[in-house]
């Protein structure tokens, strides 16, 4: 048996099945390819059944998010390596050694992504991910090679494999024993930053995540879920719940008030440019949030906090004020 399990999770996505799927099997001789079906209705897994028989297939009743949809389907699969990968993802010859080599040279390395470009402009790096993400204080996310909505093109200056706060959850790879003893994702979450939680809960367990530069991926970008209030939502909601899981003590109440405060602002420039919509969903967010509290506040009693979570103050304030829109701008010390 291969030693990877190379897993994509699919809801509705015939269209890039059709259109990546081959590119996957051909390009990761390394790895058993599997799809989990989140409760498609379109297709998908007749098309599968027709054209891929041989592949392995776990069909799930309906979908359960990216969180809970993964934990369901890599439960009963006994591989050493996950690689989870979206259905909207075209990978490239020898991909996969780099960053197996990777795990056998470092036993503490949990996690590792490859770099992610943009499919559609693949000299620049891709929004989701880019070269290895990192946090602010308050919990906001940024990558090497894409600063909130700046993308870098890809001169090689990342290239050298480095340690990363989180990786994305477009394309990562993980050890399996250590996705389990994690509990896999949080599946509160649904989707959108489960795999920010999941880096972070491993790092606090002394575990390592790296990016490795010369694996490279391509990414078509917002096609498992384009730009939409209910991203905006998933991505204010769960930042929250991931900030009062994982802050240690001493931080949590100033940097979450800090942290609604600031989204209180976002919300107020969508509804003064009449994106109504916008300024709704963060009110959304909000409200679940205030609604877990509990559950949230329980499930910090199983991490090990950590104080040392964040490279940057606020990438907010360095982006907007003092105009740092590359990441070789920001000081290499963390604030």
């Not at 048996?1 to 190379?6: D, G, S």
């Not at 909505?149 to 494999?161: A, F, L, R």
Request: net charge positive.
């Amino acid at each position: 048996m291969k030693p990877i399990a190379l897993v994509i999770l699919n809801h509705n996505g015939l269209k890039l099945l059709k259109k990546f799927l081959s590119n996957v099997i051909l390009y990761s001789p390394e790895a058993d390819v599997v799809v989990i079906d989140n409760g498609s209705s379109d297709k998908s897994v007749s098309w599968l059944k027709n054209n891929y028989s041989d592949l392995k297939r776990i069909e799930l009743k309906k979908n359960y998010g990216y969180a809970e949809g993964y934990n369901r389907g890599l439960k009963d699969l006994n591989y050493e390596y996950y690689a989870l990968l979206n259905n909207d993802l075209s990978v490239t010859k020898g991909w996969l050694p780099p960053l197996i080599e990777e795990f056998k040279a470092k036993n503490k390395v949990a996690i590792i992504q490859p770099h992610i470009l943009n499919y559609e402009n693949k000299k620049y790096f891709d929004y989701a991910g880019a070269a290895g993400g990192f946090l602010d204080k308050y919990g906001y996310p940024f990558c090497r090679g894409r600063i909130l909505n700046t993308v870098e093109k890809d001169n090689g200056q990342y290239n050298k494999t480095s340690e990363i706060f989180w990786a994305s959850g477009a394309c990562f790879l993980i050890r399996k024993n250590i996705f389990w003893e994690l509990d896999g994702f949080d599946i509160d979450f649904f989707a959108h930053q489960e795999e920010i939680d999941l880096c972070w809960r491993a790092l606090n367990q002394g575990y390592k995540v790296l990016a490795v530069g010369s694996s490279k991926v391509y990414h078509v970008g917002g096609g498992t879920l384009p730009p939409s209030p209910k991203k905006i939502y998933l991505n204010h909601r769960n930042s929250l719940f991931m900030l009062n899981k994982n802050l240690p003590k001493n931080k949590r109440v100033n940097i979450i008030m800090t942290r609604l405060f600031l989204d209180g602002f976002i919300g107020i420039y969508y509804f003064l440019t009449l994106q109504l919509s916008k300024t709704l969903a963060i009110i959304k967010a909000h409200y679940s949030f205030y609604k877990s509290y509990k559950g949230i506040i329980y499930k910090r009693k199983k991490n090990i906090l950590n104080i040392k979570y964040h490279h940057r103050k606020s990438i907010i304030f360095d982006y907007f004020i003092s105009r740092k829109s590359y990441f070789s701008d920001l000081s290499k010390k963390i604030e």
